[in-house]
């Protein structure tokens, strides 16, 4: 049947962090006791004031069709959001929300890149990055980082990737896999070499803004020459543990929104509108009230890193935002454990779902072949009793 389905799908991968999600279920379903650290999802319930906020929405009849772009309260409630986080000023035309920054993401590749457009992504890099740049024709040009330079790409790593069909670059910061944090100085350093190309754009995912623990989050809009030709990228999703929500958010020069808000009045219209009006009440509120959930990830973190540092053949960087650890697992790759032969990241990430009842994500899926990614979004409990498992097995 593969035959009969299109050339654009049959070209795609599946999303491994939904399909390693996917394979835990099925696991658990037989009745195997699984730890799912694969999914990059926030273990918190939604805040009460968010939910009373839907809540009321729905006794006030918010159930027709919303505007495509999104509600205009909320458009200006997201203007005002990023001139308070962000020192970014746009206009609520400027801004387009959509279903989960995910189609976000999508809506701005297939409106921005032309078959043959390069797209750089420094690597590691979000999973769905490079499928959605291919989805639209692009070519992504990854370029590779490692835990030497905190998985971070360098101001001379952009220009020599940069070839005369660059069209843009993608990246996360707080990166989802790595959880590196750019500095404001470390992004002055790559604008200054895109500032010599004046024809590339800049996609700036900041949908782990708040989960930062180095206090300090900086914004390439924000940075001379990057403001007409940045998309940033944000949504509910991670900070306010709105995952199935699905609201997502972007601002971007006018004429991008509109092409943006073109494109999704064909493919999905509006977002669903519950979900808008509980991210006015999220995005109004100080930041302080979602303060306890990045306190306990940063304890969190700590407590992985801690046990982590115990297992022989693990390197792991310090990663300052997101919730994930990002190690380095090559040490393992020829070796034989358990019957089973570990020849790379692949490898060792089935190895510890099938002997250790762990489930993580491969590197590969993120364009670094050396590592796995371990979700820390879950309770002390599972991170200790997950570590000790994979102490155990490895
Ligand atoms: N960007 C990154 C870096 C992510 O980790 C995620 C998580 N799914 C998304 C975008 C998409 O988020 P959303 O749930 O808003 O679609
Ligand atoms: N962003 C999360 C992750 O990387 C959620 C899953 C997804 O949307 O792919 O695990």
Known sequence: ????????????????????????????????????????????????????????????????????????????????KFQRDNALEYTPAQIVVSTGAKQSLANVAMVLINPGDEVILPAPYWVSYRDIVKLAGGIPVEVSTDISSDFKMTPEQLRNAITPKTKMIWYSSPCNPSGSVYSREELEGLAAVLREHPGIFVVSDEIYEHINFRSEHASIAAIDGMYDRTITVNGVSKAF???????????????????????????????????????????EAPVSRIQYMIDE????????????????????????????????????????????????????????????????????????????????????????????RIADAV
């Open 241 to 283: 543990a709105m995952t199935g929500w699905r609201i997502g958010y972007i601002g971007a020069p006018e004429w991008i929104a509109r092409a943006c808000t073109k494109f999704q009045g064909q493919i999905t219209s509006g977002a669903n509108a519950i979900g808008q009006r509980a991210t006015i009440a999220a995005l």
């Open 1 to 80: 049947m593969k035959a009969y389905l299109s050339d654009r799908i049959n070209s795609m991968s599946t999303s491994a962090t939904l399909a390693m999600a996917a394979k835990a279920r099925e696991l658990r379903n037989e009745g195997k006791d699984i730890i799912g650290l694969s999914l990059g999802e926030p273990d918190f319930n939604i805040p009460d004031f968010i939910k009373e906020a839907a809540k009321e929405a729905i006794d006030q009849n918010y159930s027709s069709y919303s505007p495509v772009d999104g509600y205009a309260d909320l458009k200006k409630a997201i203007a005002h």
């Open 297 to 388: 990830f940063l304890q969190r973190r700590d407590l992985i890193l801690k046990l982590l540092s115990d297992i022989q053949g693990f390197r792991v960087n310090v990663p300052e935002g997101a919730f994930y650890v990002f190690p380095d697992i090559s040490s393992f790759f020829g070796k034989e454990l358990r019957g089973h032969t570990i020849d790379n990241a692949s490898d060792f990430a089935l190895y510890l779902l099938e002997e250790a009842h762990v489930a993580t994500v491969t590197g590969e899926a993120f364009g670094n072949p050396n590592c796995i990614r371990i979700s820390y979004a879950a309770s002390e409990k599972e991170i200790r009793e997950a570590v000790r």
